[in-house]
């Protein structure tokens, strides 16, 4: 168990030494939500109607910014070489690699979440639902992810690649989060789409570890 | 079912079934596509409410069914790819995949011609035409995964691991957007749900479905056959072939003749 | 032993071999010798299994390595052109997270004194980043006399290295045969006499 706190430790490590990579996917989601109150209406009741969706969407994107350093460094430098060939579990090792990822680049953006709410003028049952939904979604955005970014991490330019893979998986969870937080606004009960979003985060985190593995296998050949 | 599958493992005899198959995909394909059309377009029966613009179904459902069809039989093919480590396996989903995307294509083409009448817009985000755009999406990442690739071995399993994700993914996809529709626009009515189908109707439906089936496959083994002999080109059989269809050509042709006389 | 059996790998449909095979024993140095694009790296990355084969097997004391990953990953050292460190931590970092990684356990002194013969004394604490392409090498390098491993397996492992570092690298070479170990290496330029005694293994390019 020690080992794999080892790679967490690790992971937290160098995520932490570079901290404008943590920090560069954040302020384009501050200002890609700052672009819709100047591009749609500034008016509150049309912010607070599409608020939800904007914040959703804003996430995706930077989720996918922030998400092509997952394996990329490991993958360049050779580490996953060695990671491969240490007889580790391939499937446990990316697991806890998506769990430092998730921590350290979707914990800032629900620390972010009051100020995204008073931009766009979020009830206070709507902030609710969208940091319940956002707990749920983002570790099934960063599960999911990671399988694409295996599978791209030894192409020179993945990174419109990566979102083309990515965008139409997202857009079950952007239906039910945005609906779950539509559904407060309304102070109708959510928790069916909670319990989706639940039931999907269950899913892949019991079958997305092999395919990272197995992805990883791919490119590494 | 093993034993008889495992030898279109080997790349020459996929290729060989690929051969024997496809002039009866391709026959099959003419026969029930213009039986089924002329039959649905001219002879079936006018739609009490929509006249004859209903008729575009005969053209939208069947490929609206297949590119969902074609989508599934890729991750199929890609699983098997996966287990058994069969090459062709990953050169039959490459090649089912720009024909499913084109069937996508015409499904959302005739959707929104089908739509102009019926809603007086080219396009409403109604949810199974939504569907089939999301399934387009996933279509196009799938090929253009497989092209970023040089190495097409490489490719083949990345793309099929990406097609996998996506076939878990088609039903997730397509009760969220269903249900996001019923959410939205509740009042309205979807077009293409039709709860009874006169049977006079119905067979060109289904012999145009058929129709669109050999096609797809008259397409996939053509594809396939090319997928090898590119990827096989320096395979001895795949040589024999080239040489045997040169010597073949040139029997005949007046070229000998010149070479005899020289 | 390591032992290969009828390995065929092809590279962007170009076969870059086909039915090879290959045995290594015991206190045996085989030199892969080879021009660019013949497939050497391809080769070693098979032996460790890091990418399989189309056909063929890789056996490790008679046993398909596929099969008991975790017996013959005790037993190996790869060190390939990347050199598996991270940039942005230190020599001393990089290699205790290593050596946990592979199950390895070695006194803190140890550490110490391995840095100090491969001559990073001082740089320990540096983040690899900042040390030269050769430093670089020398930090993965360092495995070697870290891993108690019976198989290397060294793809290019003298590029970047100055002339004491190439020798360092030889004489650790042929001690390591002289122990009982078995190497499976590259190199552009021919080994020295330092290096001991060695079997050369010819891939050639095919079109």
């Known amino acids: 168990m020690s080992l794999y706190q080892g790679i967490f430790k690790r992971d937290m490590q160098v995520a932490f030494k570079q901290k404008a990579e943590l920090v560069q996917p954040l302020m384009f989601l501050l200002m890609v939500v700052t672009l819709f109150p100047l591009g749609v209406s500034p008016s509150p009741d049309t912010l607070q109607r599409i608020g939800p969706g904007v914040i959703w969407i804003a996430a995706i994107l930077s989720s996918l910014m922030a998400m092509e350093r997952l394996f990329r460094d490991d993958f360049q430098d050779g580490s996953l070489e060695q990671y491969m060939l240490s007889g580790m579990p391939l499937p446990a090792v990316s697991a806890v690699k998506v769990a430092a990822h998730w921590l350290v680049s979707f914990v800032p953006l629900l620390l972010l979440s009051p100020l995204l709410a008073m931009f766009l003028n979020l009830t206070v049952d709507m902030y609710i639902a969208l940091v319940l939904t956002l707990l749920l979604g983002t570790p099934l955005l960063s599960l999911i992810g990671a399988i694409a970014v295996g599978l791209t991490v030894g192409l020179q330019k993945g990174g419109v690649l990566l979102a083309l893979l990515l965008i139409p998986v997202f857009i079950p969870l952007l239906i039910f989060a945005t609906s779950a937080v539509d559904s407060a606004a309304l102070q109708l009960p959510y928790h069916a789409q909670l319990a989706i979003i639940a039931a999907m985060l269950l899913l892949a985190a019991a079958f997305a570890p092999f395919a990272i593995a197995y992805s990883l296998k791919v490119s590494q050949n | 079912m093993w034993k008889w599958l495992h030898p279109y493992a080997k790349t020459e005899r996929a290729y060989q079934l690929c051969l024997t198959l496809q002039p009866w995909f391709w026959v099959g394909a003419l026969v029930c596509l213009s039986i089924g059309t002329v039959w649905g377009l001219a002879f079936a029966p006018q739609d009490y409410q929509q006249g004859d613009s209903f008729r575009i179904i005969y053209i939208h459902v069947p490929s609206a069914i297949l590119s969902m069809g074609t989508y599934v039989a890729m991750a199929i093919a890609a699983l098997v790819g996966m287990v058994w480590q069969w090459r062709t396996a990953y050169m039959s989903m490459i090649a089912m995949a720009p024909i499913g995307a084109v069937m996508t294509f015409i499904a959302l083409f005739t959707g929104a011609a089908w739509g102009k009448p019926m809603w007086g817009a080219w396009w409403v985000w109604d949810a199974r035409l939504t569907s089939e755009l999301i399934l387009l999406f996933l279509y196009m990442g799938v090929i253009a995964l497989y092209g970023a690739f040089e190495d097409k071995q490489q490719a083949g399993k990345a793309a099929g691991v990406m097609a996998l994700v996506g076939v878990v993914n088609i039903p997730i996809i397509h009760y969220s957007v269903e249900w996001w529709n019923t959410l939205h626009q509740g009042a309205t009515i979807s077009k293409f749900d039709n709860p009874s189908i006169a049977p006079e109707m119905l067979w060109p439906l289904l012999i145009n479905l058929l129709g669109f089936a050999f096609f797809i496959g008259a397409v996939t083994t053509a594809r396939l056959r090319n997928e090898i002999v590119l990827r096989e080109l320096h395979r001895p059989w795949v040589q024999a072939l080239a040489t045997e269809k040169v010597s073949k050509q040139t029997s005949g042709s007046p070229n000998v003749n010149l070479k005899e006389g020289s | ?207």
């Open chain 3, 1 to 207: 032993m390591l032992e290969a059996r009828g390995l065929t790998c092809s590279k962007q449909d170009r076969t870059l071999f086909e039915g090879l095979s290959l045995v290594v024993k015991p206190s045996e140095l085989l030199y892969l010798r080879g021009p660019n694009g013949a497939g050497k790296t391809s080769l070693l990355r098979i032996l460790t299994g890091l990418s399989s084969p189309d056909s063929g097997a890789v056996l490790y004391n008679g046993i398909d390595i596929s099969k008991d990953k975790t017996g013959y990953y005790q037993n190996l050292l790869y060190l390939g052109h990347k050199s598996g460190t991270n940039g942005s931590l230190s020599a001393l970092d990089n290699l205790s997270f290593w050596l946990a990684q592979h199950n390895v356990s070695v006194p803190v002194n140890t550490l110490y004194d391995v840095l100090e013969k491969v001559g990073l004394v001082g740089l320990e604490d540096v983040p690899v980043r900042y040390l030269s392409a050769g430093q670089q090498r020398r930090v993965a390098l360092s495995r070697l006399w870290l891993k108690p491993a019976k198989v290397w397996i060294l793809d290019e492992p003298f590029t970047a290295l100055d002339v004491k570092g190439v020798h360092l690298l030889e004489t650790s070479m042929k001690e390591h045969v002289s122990r009982g170990g078995l190497i499976i290496t590259t190199s552009h330029q021919p080994l020295s006499e330092t290096a001991g005694e060695h079997r050369v293994f010819d891939l050639e390019y095919r079109f």
